[in-house]
T-cell receptor, first 113, second 108 residues
C-alpha cells in the first residue's frame, strides 16, 4: 500500500495564474475525493469521482475550479485565474467503498500572492 | 445542508487526565467517522460508527454514537503526549461533512 500521493506538496503562485494539482489514489480505490482545508477548519468537500465519472461538485465551488479523472486512476484539480482566497491546503482522498473510510494524501499547500 | 459542529474547539489537558470532545449534527447521520490530524499532517481515519447507540473502544479512546444518530463523542482516558493533534468528526454517506475539529494540547 503506497498510500495516496499528491503533487506538488507546495505551490506558490501569483494572483490570476492557473495552477494544476495531481492526485494518485490507492490503486484499488475507485472513489476519489478532493477537499480543501483552511487554517482552523475541517476539510471542506469539493468534488467526488467514482471511477472516471464526476458524481458531485460542491455548490461552493466556482467555475474557476475543474477536476478530471480521465482513466479512473489519477485525478487533476485545476484552478484558473487564482485569487488570494484560494490559498489553502488541497487534500485528495480515496476510498474503496461508498461511505467508507477516507485515505488522505499529504495535500498540496497553495499560496496565492 | 448537513452541518457538523464540534465542541470544544480547543482542549488543553494535563498529561494523565481524561477529556471528552463532542460532535453534533443538524440532521440524522447514516454513520459517523472520526479522524485525527497531527500538526503538519493530514487527517487519518480512526473509526466508523454505524449503529444507534454504538460504542467502540480503541485502547484509551472510546467512541460513542448517539441513540438518535445526530451526535457522537470521543473520550480519551489518561491523556498522553502522543494524543496531541486535532480530532475531527465527519458524517454523511458518500460525501463526508467534517466538523471544525477539537485541537488537543497536552501539558507534561
Amino acid at each position: 500500500d503506497t498510500g495516496v500521493s499528491q503533487d506538488p506538496r507546495h505551490k506558490i503562485t501569483k494572483r490570476g495564474q492557473n495552477v494544476t494539482f495531481r492526485c494518485d489514489p490507492i490503486s484499488e480505490h475507485n472513489r476519489l475525493y478532493w477537499y480543501r482545508q483552511t487554517l482552523g477548519q475541517g476539510p471542506e468537500f469539493l468534488t467526488y469521482f467514482q471511477n472516471e465519472a464526476q458524481l458531485e461538485k460542491s455548490r461552493l465551488l466556482s467555475d474557476r475550479f475543474s477536476a478530471e479523472r480521465p482513466k479512473g486512476s489519477f485525478s487533476t484539480l485545476e484552478i484558473q485565474r487564482t485569487e488570494q482566497g484560494d490559498s489553502a491546503m488541497y487534500l485528495c482522498a480515496s476510498s474503496p467503498l461508498q461511505g467508507g473510510p477516507l485515505h488522505f494524501g499529504n495535500g498540496t499547500r497553495l499560496t496565492v500572492t | 445542508g448537513q452541518q457538523v459542529m464540534q465542541i470544544p474547539q480547543y482542549q488543553h489537558v494535563q498529561e494523565g487526565e481524561d477529556f471528552t470532545t463532542y460532535c453534533n449534527s443538524s440532521t440524522t447521520l447514516s454513520n459517523i467517522q472520526w479522524y485525527k490530524q497531527r500538526p503538519g499532517g493530514h487527517p487519518v481515519f480512526l473509526i466508523q460508527l454505524v449503529k444507534s447507540g454504538e460504542v467502540k473502544k480503541q485502547k484509551r479512546l472510546t467512541f460513542q454514537f448517539g441513540e438518535a444518530k445526530k451526535n457522537s463523542s470521543l473520550h480519551i482516558t489518561a491523556t498522553q503526549t502522543t494524543d496531541v493533534g486535532t480530532y475531527f468528526c465527519a458524517g454523511g454517506d458518500y460525501k463526508l461533512s467534517f466538523g471544525a475539529g477539537t485541537t488537543v494540547t497536552v501539558r507534561a
